[in-house]
């Protein structure tokens, strides 16, 4: 067998924040975001080709994503509640 060594290398430390940047990031205009801007959950669903050509000629003609099209569908069958 042949003699198989690891070598370790270390990852240096991360380099220095810019200061005047992160203050720039966190300052963001939070009223400018559109609701999909929001969005971070994947939601991934099986269904058939079929369904998935209905749901893509749907939204191609309503001038729309299908993305948008299924987050619209989601809203209006699971709204906020007012709580």
Do not use: V, Y
């Given at each position: 067998m042949t003699d198989v060594r690891t070598r370790?290398?270390?990852i240096g430390a991360r380099p220095?924040?810019?200061p005047h940047a992160e203050a720039w990031v966190?300052?963001?205009d939070g009223d400018?975001?559109?609701k999909g801007d929001l969005y971070t959950a994947r939601l991934t669903l099986d269904i058939t080709p079929a369904l998935?050509?209905?749901?893509k000629v749907s939204a191609?003609?309503?001038g729309v994503t299908v993305a948008e099209l299924l987050r619209a569908l989601l809203e209006r069958e699971f709204p906020?509640?007012?709580s």
């Open positions: 370790r290398i270390a220095p924040a810019n966190r300052q963001g400018g975001l559109q998935r050509a209905r749901i191609f003609t309503q906020e509640s007012a």
